[in-house]
């Protein structure tokens, strides 16, 4: 019998230790630093976990060497996540974008049916257990707890990253790897809200819109997302946002963000309804001019935005100042002064170097009998589902053991 050891309750560990445990030969234990397994989990897609995105290919995909990932999203593709879960009795739902949800709209029904699963493949779970250190020991490894120690045939790394500080994203996995040999990248928050100058962001704050998004640096688009924006008291948060996080967090200082609030819409066609506008209703105040057309508080800071006063009569615009003002909505910018950090980030871009690791089995080229799987590894996905259909595929993977 051999002893295998997942250090990590999370989605990618849960799954590794399932696949792991398919091989009657394997005795498995899955050891969590937290006081249950799931818990980042339960956190996903705002409590509805967003477990997979039906469009996951490569392309979704980011690091180093984004197709270091290609052979495990190959052999376990969405398909597989939904036909995996389905079989563990999970209904399922597809949305918008490719995205799927449990039918239950609730991530518990996600990490039920995983627990149900563990019980029943005989993995034994540990948890609070945090491994605070591990050594290379007679072909195998010692593992160490605050309060026990254990010895693994092979051992399978998934203790995620740094993002979601809350939920348990810690740095403990790129430590114990490093103390293995291995190298780690630089490690950026990713799928977060960002920081912007505050007087607009402050006066929208609660406001959503959906929008084309730019990411521009140093007068260059570095990044184009589009979907729904949400205004906070800090900044901007929201999908379309989260899509461009990365970008911004990896380029630092000096960044903008522009927000087109008539995207796939003909310039000419609103001109003619602001236009109308005027002459309908000359003496309506300027701060009501995009009214129907925009949330009220977007509209009436975008005029101010134009540099028109809101109180001023319609009858008073000119041609030019219409101009304006939609040009303002065409292209409202805010310059980022940063982001909302680790805490507030879904992922973490950077990672364990996968350079040293094989993408057919995820085991280290340094280590026999070392494999990693999920965030710890220099791997990140767009916002959508993507980060979970690694976290299964790869998890899938390692727990293969396969050299
Ligand atoms: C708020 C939020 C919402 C998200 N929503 C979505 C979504 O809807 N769809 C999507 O695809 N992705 C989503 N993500 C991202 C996704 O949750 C992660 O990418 C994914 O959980 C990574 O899985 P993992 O197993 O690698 O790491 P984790 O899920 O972080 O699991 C790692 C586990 O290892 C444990 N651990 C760490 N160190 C040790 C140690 N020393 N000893 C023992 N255990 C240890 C941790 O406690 C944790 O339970 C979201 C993330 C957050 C924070």
Request: glycine share 12%; charged share 20%.
């Amino acid at each position: 019998m051999r002893t295998v050891i997942v250090i990590g309750g999370g989605a990618s560990g849960l799954m590794a230790a399932l696949s792991a445990a398919e091989n009657r030969d394997n005795r498995v234990l899955l050891l969590e630093r937290q006081q249950r397994a799931g818990r980042k989990l339960l956190a996903t897609g705002n409590g509805r976990c967003n477990l997979t995105n039906t469009g996951a290919s490569i392309a979704h995909y980011h690091g180093e060497e984004p197709s270091f990932a290609r052979p495990a999203l190959e052999r376990f593709t969405p398909s597989d996540t939904l036909a995996f879960f389905a079989q563990l009795g999970l209904l399922t739902e597809e949305e918008y974008g490719g995205r799927v949800y449990p039918l239950s709209n609730s991530a518990n029904s996600v990490l039920d049916v995983l627990r149900f699963a563990l019980a029943r493949a005989g993995v034994e779970s540990h948890t609070a257990c945090r491994v605070s250190s591990v050594r290379r020991e007679k072909g195998g490894f010692a593992v160490a707890c605050e309060a026990e120690s254990f010895f693994a045939d092979a051992l399978i790394v998934a203790c995620g990253g740094a993002a979601g500080g809350k939920l348990g994203g810690v740095t403990d996995g790129y430590e114990i790897l490093k103390s293995l040999g291995h190298r780690r990248t630089k490690l950026y928050p990713a799928l977060c809200p960002l920081l912007t100058a505050p007087e607009y962001p402050r006066a929208l704050k609660g406001v959503r819109a959906d929008a084309a998004v730019t990411l521009l640096h140093g007068g260059r688009t570095v990044a184009r997302s589009a979907g729904e924006v949400q205004f906070t008291e800090t900044g901007v948060s929201g999908p379309a946002v989260f899509d461009v996080s990365r970008a911004a967090s990896v380029c630092g200082g000096g960044a903008e963000i522009a927000f087109d609030f008539f995207r796939g819409r003909e310039t000419q066609s609103i001109s003619d309804l602001l236009r109308a506008r005027r002459a309908a209703m000359p003496e309506l105040e300027a701060g009501e001019l995009l009214t129907g057309m925009l949330h009220n508080r977007l509209g009436r800071m975008c005029v101010k935005y134009a540099g028109i006063g809101g109180a001023a009569p319609l009858r008073t615009l000119s041609d030019d100042d219409l101009a304006r003002v939609l040009g303002c909505c065409r292209d409202f910018r805010l310059e980022i002064r940063g982001t909302a950090g680790f805490d507030a980030a879904q992922v973490t871009a950077g990672g364990i170097s996968t350079a040293q690791f094989d993408p057919d089995t995820l085991q280290s080229r340094l280590v026999p009998g070392l494999y990693a799987c999920g965030e710890v590894l220099d791997i990140d996905g767009d916002c959508g589902g993507y980060n979970l259909q690694w976290a299964w595929a790869s998890g899938a993977l390692a727990g293969r053991l396969e050299t």
